[in-house]
């Protein structure tokens, strides 16, 4: 399974991420599960 989301920012992923409110369920997520997180910057050279 593949989920792609859409963040404003590099930081604004990570402060989701590390924030600890989320942190728990991220543990748990985690647990369970293999989990590769990718942070890939959407740009468009021919613009």
């Not at 991420?17 to 990718?38: C, E, I, Q, W």
């Amino acid at each position: 399974m593949r989920i792609i989301i859409e963040w404003s920012s590099k930081e604004a992923a990570q402060a989701f991420m590390s924030d600890p409110s989320y942190v728990p369920h991220l543990k748990a997520r985690t647990a369970g599960s293999n989990s590769h997180h990718f942070l890939i910057e959407g740009k468009d050279d021919l613009s």
